[in-house]
């Protein structure tokens, strides 16, 4: 039982009808077999009856729901209950931090102030049309420079080969492995001081709204200007919506001083592609060089900047790894650093909370403008928020948007609001900052980053296989089966909270140790895996 106005309680494990529970001092039997993650009822429901959980109404009633009753989407339907005032009055006290934890790291120092934890090149194109050049400059210069790995470096089809040579029967050569020993993440480098090329592609650019495409030229501004880079080639054609023109504003929109090394080059300049593919390479080789000029030195903890996300939730998530994260969130604002919390669809139903935490009713109004906007717009596509959780979420115990809301939430923690970012806005107040992003993990991630996130930290139940290429993403588990059957892509254990009481206190300082570790130049599963997921949130329709 999480809330003492509950109407709700989460099992720990699968238990039997005819079971008795014991909650503060509820008794209750159970009338149907619970499997662990889902709900049940601890008090008759009328038909049409409010459900509480997490302290706040997460649906209602379909029909009437027995004590006892497991709860599932036939007896319980999304609804929320959004009452309240923008008082901008909230109290809080930063935590007394001890000395516990680290108050510095390792970062690279840029002009305009930040700090990067990472130091990365960038190759991306402005408009879809150079996607096949921008992996073309992959082939040319992942590997020679050292930076192949993960996917198909892991893996070698000549040993199927062979054995098909050798006349292996086909249900032999489906028992064969093709895997490969994992290669050293640092060993192999040209350039020691810096953490990868990373080459993005995307869908967008032209044949979309203006608005996309300036949202575009705004997300890309993002991470070329992003702590975590160094230095950018960005390919363009030279007719797409996405202009150059465009794209230089945002920059300086952003860092007005902006002096990192950045090559624009435009096919349509050129003559032959062979010509602009070979200009592109001396150009990235080149820049290469002088960002690798950059060395780490000594940075507070308050300069860091952490993405909270969520996917693949479980029934679990709510009640571990995303606490565990908004215990993280609140010791990073005590020392002075930021948060960023995304993915608006899965705040409905606690808009009334975060819009009471706000610093200022100016705050509070934006919040739930955003929010509205997106609803509206939702729904005029023939959706809404309540048609966010998936299959796998309803699946292992998310029933309605609400119940994932309340619980996705608390990766916040419990600090003020001090801003709330539109999409493709530059974080620029220290404290927690709200983003507006869909729940989509990538494009959320994608937006994250570009708001300034230098690393993400994404909670998940099911198991999500999801990185970003300039902020490295820590995954955390909400339940230690998971972490037992895909520990090559989750990097923290939260699931000690469910099955040995675990503090999430406890799960909280590893996470901290874990950033930490990560900004000095740590590698991530993400990172080992090759996960350079890049998706830019498309808001438009096509034209």
Known sequence: MIHHDDDLAVALKDMKSGETVNLSGKRVILINDVQAKHKFSLKKIPASGEVRMYGVVIGKANDSINKGEVITINNLKHAIKNEFSLKGQYQWNPLAVSDLY?????????????????????????????????????????????????????YDLNLLISQWENNLPPEQLEKLSITKGKKDFKKGRVFENIDGVKFLTHEAGCGGTRKDSQLLCRLLAGYITHPNVGGATILSLGCQNAEVRILNEAIHQIDPEFDKPLYILGQQDYGLEQEFIEDAVRKTFAGLTITNKVIRQKAPVSSLVVGLECGGSDGFSGISANPAVGK??????????????????????????????????????????????????????????????????????????????????????SSPVVDVLDYTDQLRTPGLNLLCTPGNDVESTTGLAGSGAQIILFTTGLGTPTGNPVAPVIKISSNSALYRKMEDIIDIDAGGIIENGETIDAVAFNLFNKVIETANGGITKAQLMGQNDFIPWKRGVSL
């Open 102 to 154: 680290p108050r510095y790291f390792q970062g690279y120092h840029r002009n305009d102030g930040r700090v990067g934890t990472h130091n990365f090149w960038i190759v991306a194109p402005l408009v879809f049309c150079e996607n096949r050049n921008i992996e073309v400059m992959r082939e040319i210069m992942e590997e020679p420079l050292g930076y192949k790995y993960g996917h198909n470096s892991d």
């Open 328 to 413: 993280f969130s609140d010791i990073l604002v005590s020392m002075g650093g930021s948060v960023i919390l995304s993915e608006f669809p899965e705040l409905n139903g606690v808009e009334h909370i975060l819009a009471e935490r706000c610093k200022s009713s100016s705050i509070s109004e934006k919040f739930l403008s955003l929010m509205e906007q997106y609803q509206s717009a939702a729904k005029n596509s023939g959706s809404g928020f309540e048609a966010n959780p998936s299959p796998g979420n309803i699946k292992d115990g998310l029933i309605t948007d609400a119940m994932k809301s309340a619980g996705a939430a608390l990766k916040g923690g």
